[in-house]
């Protein structure tokens, strides 16, 4: 069973909402500048391992958002083979990150009102 959703009884519920990607690097850029593995590696350690998105979701919502002028990329040489590519938030990106966190308070209020349903007795 991948690890994105649960059962809970006979439903099979998503629990990481479609399109939170790119928000998310984001907020984990707004800490400091990473690449593309250390991001992949620090959301499956901030979701209890529940959610580990691959080279295959990352490294094209990098890109996104390198493109849209959100976050800018620097070539890091290491004296290795693979250089890695360290990325950082731009202004516009720490805005959107501003922006988004009123929205994520107010869907948090929301599913908090949702989820009385199930816990009143």
Known sequence: M??????????????IPKGLLKPLILK???NRPMHGFELMEQIFEKTDGMW???PAAIY?????????GYIKSMEENNG??????P??????????VSEYDKAIKDMHNRMQKFTSIWLRK
Not at 2 to 15: A, D, H, K, L, M
Not at 80 to 85: L, M, N, Q
Request: net charge positive; hydrophobic share 25%.
């Open 87 to 96: 990325y950082s938030i731009t202004q516009k990106g720490i805005d959107a």
């Open 80 to 85: 290795s083979e693979k250089s890695r590519k």
């Open 60 to 68: 094209p919502a990098l890109q996104w958002l390198e493109e849209k």
């Open 52 to 54: 580990r998105p691959g």
């Open 28 to 30: 984990l850029l707004s």
């Open 2 to 15: 991948p690890r994105n959703y649960c059962r809970c009884g006979p439903f099979r519920i998503e629990v």
